[in-house]
């Protein structure tokens, strides 16, 4: 069952004072199924970003439709999307966009608290994904006072408290090390194998290859997909590795 399908999404951009206007996705078509672990990647500039911003209902497309578990995004009220957002998605982004002035508890429990859930009710969800994220010991800590990585398992762990429906991801592994971004991986895989679907938009072959499908954008399309089957993960690093090359290079793609 698919819980995204993007139907024929177009997004043209035009300039407040004049010029030319910019084509950011010109038709763009893909399902995501439910419980699928899925990677985005093109160059720069590909739609990449504008795609994303669409699918999490920040921004609106010029054509086309995105469905969330058969609604419709441009049927939910302006009123209702900031509720439609927070119940359905969960969100992990590059920059962590953790707040400074809060501990990582009760940055993990902000999606909880604009719900109005009571403080027993966020404890109990959040317990167990502190502990299976690692993180159990620093909650009472601020952003400030831990590694990048463990900044990331908060996101995560933001990400995951109000199960959301769909995680979308936002080069998660952007600003870690080596060893994080390991870290995060496994830690990704581990979520999607209890059948969380997530969504994630990657320069990373590394990351990407760890995902079951990825989807190559080219030029505000779909240009490309490779599924992973039975491939390992250096297997489908090598596949994802070759299929960037050609399109680099303006090659067909077998």
Do not use: W
């Given at each position: 069952?698919?819980?995204?399908?993007?139907?024929?999404?177009?997004?043209?951009?035009?300039?407040?004072?004049?010029?030319?206007?910019?084509?950011?996705?010109?038709?763009?078509?893909?399902?995501?199924?439910?419980?699928?672990?899925?990677?985005?990647?093109?160059?720069?500039?590909?739609g990449k970003t504008t795609l994303l911003n669409i699918l999490a209902a920040l921004d609106k497309p010029t054509g086309g439709e995105v469905f969330l578990e058969g609604i419709p995004l441009s049927s939910i009220k302006d009123q209702k999307i900031c509720e439609f957002r927070r119940e359905k998605l969960g969100f992990v982004f590059q920059d962590f966009n953790l707040l400074d002035t809060f501990t990582i508890q009760d940055n993990i429990f902000l999606?909880?608290?604009?719900?109005?859930?009571?403080?027993?009710?966020?404890?109990?969800?959040?317990?167990?994904?502190?502990?299976?994220?690692?993180?159990?010991?620093?909650?009472?800590?601020?952003?400030?006072?831990?590694?990048?990585?463990?900044?990331?398992?908060?996101?995560?762990?933001?990400?995951?408290?109000?199960?959301?429906?769909?995680?979308?991801?936002?080069?998660?592994?952007?600003?870690?090390?080596?060893?994080?971004?390991?870290?995060?991986?496994?830690?990704?895989?581990?979520?999607?194998?209890?059948?969380?679907?997530?969504?994630?938009?990657?320069?990373?072959?590394?990351?990407?290859?760890?995902?079951?499908?990825?989807?190559?954008?080219?030029?505000?399309?779909?240009?490309?997909?490779?599924?992973?089957?039975?491939?390992?993960?250096?297997?489908?690093?090598?596949?994802?590795?070759?299929?960037?090359?050609?399109?680099?290079?303006?090659?067909?793609?077998?």
């Amino acid at each position: 069952m698919a819980i995204l399908e993007v139907r024929n999404l177009k997004k043209i951009y035009k300039p407040r004072f004049g010029g030319n206007q910019v084509q950011a996705l010109s038709n763009v078509s893909f399902s995501v199924e439910k419980g699928e672990y899925v990677a985005i990647m093109g160059e720069s500039g590909s739609g990449k970003t504008t795609l994303l911003n669409i699918l999490a209902a920040l921004d609106k497309p010029t054509g086309g439709e995105v469905f969330l578990e058969g609604i419709p995004l441009s049927s939910i009220k302006d009123q209702k999307i900031c509720e439609f957002r927070r119940e359905k998605l969960g969100f992990v982004f590059q920059d962590f966009n953790l707040l400074d002035t809060f501990t990582i508890q009760d940055n993990i429990f902000l999606p909880l608290v604009l719900e109005g859930k009571h403080y027993k009710e966020m404890k109990k969800k959040l317990d167990p994904i502190a502990e299976e994220l690692g993180i159990a010991e620093l909650l009472n800590k601020y952003p400030y006072e831990v590694s990048g990585g463990q900044k990331q398992r908060a996101a995560v762990a933001r990400a995951l408290i109000a199960e959301p429906r769909l995680i979308l991801a936002d080069e998660p592994t952007g600003a870690l090390d080596s060893k994080s971004t390991d870290e995060l991986l496994g830690l990704f895989a581990k979520i999607n194998q209890r059948g969380q679907t997530i969504l994630m938009v990657t320069h990373s072959v590394k990351a990407a290859s760890r995902a079951g499908r990825v989807l190559f954008i080219k030029d505000g399309e779909v240009f490309h997909q490779l599924y992973k089957g039975k491939m390992t993960d250096e297997q489908f690093y090598q596949k994802i590795s070759d299929t960037l090359t050609i399109l680099a290079t303006g090659g067909e793609v077998q």
